[in-house]
């Protein structure tokens, strides 16, 4: 059985998504758009898979990493501005 740590982490994250999924049904009164239905969607999904966890013996989280490409002109702007707003130190 799951330590009493983990049942505590996936019991909080369905509770979570309960209520997010409330608050979005809410917010999106009337007819939502497809957009909106996906975000309830998946809402209602994480909180079906943190019901589905939150006794069982599985105790992993799943470790998502990801990168997002930067875009090197703003990199370079950031710099270039650093550059020319910068007030140099003098060192004592």
Do not use: C
């Amino acid at each position: 059985m799951a330590s009493e740590d983990w049942n505590m982490k996936w019991k909080t994250s369905w509770q979570d998504n309960l209520a997010l999924a409330l608050h979005l049904t809410r917010k999106y009164k009337g007819r939502p758009t497809e957009e909106q239905f996906k975000e309830i969607k998946l809402t209602l999904h994480n909180a079906s898979e943190a019901l589905m966890y939150w006794s069982s013996d599985t105790t992993d989280w799943d470790n998502v990493h990801s990168e997002m490409p930067l875009d090197q002109t703003k990199v370079e702007e950031q710099k270039r501005f650093i550059a020319e707003t910068s007030v140099p130190l003098d060192d004592e």
